[in-house]
């Protein structure tokens, strides 16, 4: 933790996040009933180059709340830590919590050798577009991006390329975003933020970032819920790493919710609902649901035993 001011519960700055991240999801749910005539005729938008990296690092029980974010019951047993920044109140995701990363700058193409591997040409299909963009200086820009945002050295690093995430084409400004993981430095002293762009920082397990999502405390947005998600279902950061095997795509469709309980639901390729939008079509689920009454990752094969 850094120390420098607690994430007061229900604070202004989490409750303005959440209502920007509330109005998005409307806005692109409006966009996306546009009719396809329009979207072929406009063609889509080119999406801007981005990197995450989601930075980790073993802990002991946790005995004491810590920085605003007081220990998940899970945390009561050795378990992760994930590093989150939080964001000024400008801008894009303005006030929420997040991972260190930006967008990919001309200077990070050249290093030799930083190249992604392609998407499975199967996860590119769909509405949202195939996507070709140049595959070189996404982990130069994510070492990068953690040195400026957080005063860390992730130049000796193992970074495990684990997702790429594409929004679909419904507005003017979205990022093509490839995110990493890795083991924070043995020797990492402190995590330094500029206190402009990044006013605070904290190290909290994914249960517990979750938790303090779901009582309205933080707000983050789609990737992030869904990569905190993921990694709560482990104890420690080797098995995290263990377990990416190639990336996994995130190429999304948004569609409107039933009225019953108001939002919006990101489906992905493998999920029945992809890219057709008919959430009741039976198969296997791979979606986001965002709604009213809470947001849930569901992923399953869609036989009787899934249980969701």
């Known amino acids: 933790m850094s120390g420098q001011e607690a994430a007061p519960n229900g604070s202004a700055v989490a409750r303005a996040a959440r209502e920007r991240s509330e109005q998005e999801r409307e806005a692109m749910g409006a966009a996306a009933e546009r009719s396809a005539d329009s979207r072929d005729q406009d063609g889509p938008p080119a999406p801007i180059d981005a990197a995450t990296v989601v930075v980790l690092r073993d802990a002991e029980p946790a005995t004491v709340p810590g920085h605003g974010f007081d220990p998940a019951e899970s945390d009561s047993g050795a378990h992760i830590e994930v590093l989150m920044l939080r964001r000024n109140s400008r801008g894009f995701f303005g006030g929420m919590w997040v991972f260190p990363g930006g967008r990919v700058d001309p200077p990070d193409r050249n290093v030799p050798g930083d190249l992604v591997g392609p998407c499975d040409p199967r996860t590119a299909a769909g509405s949202s577009g195939p996507h070709t963009s140049d595959a070189r200086g996404y982990r130069t820009a994510a070492v990068r991006e953690a040195e400026e945002e957080a005063g860390i050295d992730l130049s000796g690093a193992e970074l495990a390329h684990f997702a790429h995430w594409l929004p679909p084409?419904?507005?003017?400004?979205?990022?093509?975003?490839?995110?990493?993981?890795?083991?924070?430095?043995?020797?990492?002293?402190?995590?330094?933020?500029?206190?402009?762009?990044?006013?605070?920082?904290?190290?909290?397990?994914?249960?517990?970032?979750?938790?303090?999502?779901?009582?309205?405390?933080?707000?983050?947005?789609?990737?992030?819920?869904?990569?905190?998600?993921?990694?709560?279902?482990?104890?420690?950061?080797?098995?995290?790493?263990?377990?990416?095997?190639?990336?996994?795509?995130?190429?999304?469709?948004?569609?409107?919710?039933?009225?019953?309980?108001?939002?919006?639901?990101?489906?992905?390729?493998?999920?029945?609902?992809?890219?057709?939008?008919?959430?009741?079509?039976?198969?296997?689920?791979?979606?986001?649901?965002?709604?009213?009454?809470?947001?849930?990752?569901?992923?399953?094969?869609?036989?009787?035993?899934?249980?969701g």
């Open 169 to 307: 084409p419904i507005r003017p400004k979205r990022f093509s975003t490839h995110f990493f993981v890795c083991e924070a430095p043995a020797d990492l002293d402190a995590v330094r933020v500029d206190g402009s762009e990044i006013l605070d920082h904290a190290w909290v397990s994914p249960a517990s970032a979750l938790e303090r999502r779901a009582a309205g405390e933080i707000e983050f947005v789609t990737p992030t819920f869904v990569t905190l998600t993921w990694l709560s279902g482990f104890g420690r950061t080797a098995d995290v790493l263990a377990s990416v095997n190639g990336h996994t795509c995130f190429h999304t469709e948004i569609i409107p919710s039933p009225e019953t309980d108001p939002g919006h639901i990101a489906v992905y390729v493998g999920d029945a609902a992809f890219p057709d939008g008919d959430l009741d079509a039976p198969g296997p689920r791979r979606r986001c649901v965002m709604v009213r009454s809470g947001w849930r990752w569901e992923e399953h094969d869609g036989t009787d035993a899934a249980t």
